[in-house]
């Protein structure tokens, strides 16, 4: 039966309850209009048509949620995708119009494997351990670019001009910053402000420290605010821009891999969460409509790349408005309709500087990091390649590069130890692609 959202009482809600548990995930999702074009500001991404794009591309695909797949799942631009994008993926490719083209690939690669019933054997493939360490090696590279952009971490003078003569001297990469900095002030006082609200699970708590912050960057002289108002028509500046063809060229498309491994493995537990906590999933633990909703997820990456702001993905803050009582596709829809209003607000969001942000980052970070109690570092054949892999995530830089490490690891520790049987041919295929970009590429 057609627009079956419309009838949330079949599942037990009510429509001033999926309204209700709307506005508590926008509350909870909010802060990835400032976040999302904070970081993607590294690629040359312009900040207030980033914004506009955010929240368009979010209402876009977050109505598709509610509408095709009938699901209590609002999506917006992924926060680990978008550090892939800025700091690795648009460096590497020479601009953020091809890293973009990518992401555009990257949906329908991705959807093609969703409609073949492949994204499932794929996820199967790769070790348990790896998958919940990829989510936490990501989310200690997003605190740290926080704890960076809030000059909490920063690299010493002395470093930098002693590897200028020599680049082999072995010197301390990074270290603390001082209080005398007005950004530290603002992020740190930011992110005590939001751990405490966090704590008490307060709604919309992300929002509320970024939006304490950015007072005290006010007063502190770090933030104005913008020239034509906080309210204006939204611009598409970054809409379209994306360069397909640039994204098919060899050496871009090689990069096309490590940006599907990263975006591949969230929307699987994300909906296995949220189905869970709303009670949807049948006798059988399956979740009803599950191939519609990757299939809406996987298009959503599409239109992300499409608007210029990384590939947009299921959120787990949705689970904030599960909390409130939301069964069903009217809670994605309204969601949706609250990021269409959202894109009025361009230049508010672009008033808030990076050290405002900063806490934000560092929270998502801390939140991205709670499924490493999961990871069982007890059986050392996983274990050591699941820490290798978020290790290295942070301390290369390049959230690729860690994946492909841990997967190489994993590969070489299951050959050694004569458990070749336990290795997938698809982990054996992938190790050895990271294996040759890393060698080649």
């Not at 509408?67 to 995708?81: H, I, N, T, W």
């Not at 690939?105 to 492949?118: I, R, T």
């Not at 200028?164 to 005398?180: C, D, E, F, K, R």
């Amino acid at each position: 039966m057609p627009f079956l959202f419309l009838q949330p009482e079949r599942r037990g809600s009510t429509v001033g309850t999926e309204v209700r548990g709307a506005v508590a995930t926008f509350l909870t999702m909010a802060y990835v209009l400032v976040a999302n074009p904070s970081i993607l500001a590294a690629a040359g991404v312009p900040v207030v048509p980033a914004v506009a794009g955010t929240a368009a591309a979010a209402a876009i695909a977050s109505i598709l949620m509610g509408v095709v797949a009938d699901f209590p799942l609002a999506l917006a631009s992924g926060m680990g995708l978008n550090a892939v994008i800025a700091f690795q993926i648009a460096p590497a490719v020479g601009s953020w119009q091809t890293a973009m083209g990518l992401v555009v690939l990257d949906g329908l690669v991705v959807l093609a494997l969703v409609l073949f019933g492949l994204r499932e054997a794929v996820m199967r493939a790769i070790p348990h351990d790896l998958r919940l360490a990829i989510g936490v090696g990501i989310g200690l590279f997003i605190a740290f670019i926080g704890a960076v952009n809030a000059r909490l971490v920063v690299v010493p003078a002395g470093t930098i001009a002693v590897l200028g003569h020599t680049p082999t001297a072995v010197l301390p990469p990074v270290t603390y910053g001082s209080l005398h900095a007005p950004e530290a002030i603002v992020a740190l006082v930011g992110t005590c402000l939001t751990a405490a609200l966090v704590a008490r699970r307060v709604t919309g708590a992300i929002v509320i420290g970024i939006v304490a912050s950015t007072v005290l960057a006010f007063a502190l002289g770090i933030a104005s605010l913008p020239a034509g108002g906080l309210l204006a028509s939204p611009r598409f500046d970054t809409f379209a821009q994306a360069n397909l063809r640039g994204a098919l060229a060899p050496g871009a498309l090689a990069l096309l891999l490590p940006i599907m491994l990263v975006d591949f493995f969230d929307t699987i537990g994300t909906a296995t969460a949220i189905a869970e906590e709303a009670g949807l999933e049948d006798d059988e633990g399956r979740i009803p409509g599950l191939k519609r909703v990757l299939a809406i997820d996987a298009l959503a990456a599409s239109i992300g790349g499409l608007f210029g702001v990384s590939s947009v993905t299921a959120y787990i803050e949705s689970a904030a408005g599960v909390a409130e009582g939301a069964r069903t596709g009217l809670h994605s829809i309204v969601v949706g309709l609250l990021f269409a209003l959202a894109m009025f607000a361009a230049p508010l969001a672009a008033v808030v500087p990076a050290a405002a942000t900063a806490p934000a980052l560092i929270i998502v970070g801390f939140l991205m990091c709670a499924q490493v109690t999961r990871i069982d570092f007890r059986t050392a054949a996983t274990g050591i390649p699941a820490f290798v892999l978020l290790a290295t995530i942070p301390f290369t830089y390049s959230i690729s590069h860690g994946i492909g490490y841990g997967f190489i690891t994993y590969t070489v520790v299951q050959l050694l130890g004569g458990r070749w049987r336990e290795l997938h041919p698809l982990m054996l295929g992938a190790s050895l692609l990271f294996a040759a970009y890393f060698v080649f590429g």
